[in-house]
């Protein structure tokens, strides 16, 4: 098995024993971004909507790192601390997405890293290439 550890500074270093995606073959496995701010390590100030889009900037930097784009992610996982937000990160994704759309679960869990209300981790396949 082939493995590529993808890293960026573009995006929050790893909070513990993981990478921020491993490629295997054209597939990306991207590992959850929470809303931190990659220059600080701390967790962005604001509401649902500020946290959701610091996490889709981080998994981009990821993606971009990986050499891929955001419309190459075939699967998405979002964790959210209240179900209750589920429409603002609608919203949100819709400004990184657009149809025809990855498939995605969506999952309310107790609590997330550093106090975080949002995370998203995502699988991505590349284009072989030409």
Request: proline letters at 8%.
């Amino acid at each position: 098995m082939n493995r590529h550890i993808i890293q960026t500074d573009h995006a929050p270093a790893p909070i513990g024993p993981y990478s921020q995606a491993v490629r295997s073959g054209s597939t990306v496995y991207c590992s959850g971004q929470t809303p931190l701010d990659p220059a600080t390590g701390l967790l962005v100030e604001g509401d649902i909507s500020v946290q959701a889009r610091r996490a889709f900037d981080n998994l981009k930097a990821v993606v971009d790192a990986s050499g891929g784009s955001m419309s190459q992610i075939v699967r998405l996982g979002l964790y959210l601390t209240n179900l209750g937000d589920f429409a603002a990160v609608n919203a949100v994704m819709q400004e990184y997405f657009h149809a025809p759309f990855p498939a995605r679960s969506t999952i309310e869990v107790s609590a997330l890293p550093k106090g975080a209300a949002f995370e998203v981790d995502a699988v991505m396949v590349l284009d072989p290439p030409t």
